[in-house]
């Protein structure tokens, strides 16, 4: 069974940062496409960032680039998403999800529909 555990979700002041990480059990992270999401009540999942691990190619939503970094550490099949310079807008639920296989990076891989494994995601809030 796959589970996607996120943690280092919090409150913090806006220009501040925060460190989320995604473990992953019963799925290595070789071969796979990884992606961060956000949710804010009343509106649809939206990407935030994504790699691709064969390759290590990256994407960011606009919205977040230059302030986001997402990395992964296949040793302990963990994902990583930086965040710096959090603004309220920033404010939201954060998901990651994977999914297996042998890819280039796309920006495909910030739509929600191309994942099979969801974790149950992490509140971040980002005070003004």
């Known amino acids: 069974e796959v589970q996607l555990v996120e943690s280092g979700g919090g409150l913090v002041q806006a220009g501040g940062s925060l460190r989320l990480s995604c473990a992953a059990s019963g799925f290595t992270f070789d071969d796979a496409a990884i992606g961060w999401f956000r949710q804010v009540p009343g509106k649809k999942r939206e990407g935030v960032s994504c790699i691709t691990t064969t390759d290590g190619a990256t994407h960011y939503a606009d919205s977040v680039k230059g302030r986001f970094t997402i990395s992964t550490d296949n040793a302990k099949n963990t994902a990583y998403l930086e965040m710096n310079s959090l603004k309220a807008e920033d404010t939201a639920v954060y998901y990651c999800?994977?999914?297996?296989?042998?890819?280039?990076?796309?920006?495909?891989?910030?739509?929600?529909?191309?994942?099979?494994?969801w974790g149950q995601g992490t509140q971040v809030t980002v005070s003004s």
């Open positions: 999800a994977a999914k297996k296989g042998i890819y280039s990076g796309s920006y495909y891989f910030l739509s929600t529909h191309v994942y099979d494994y």
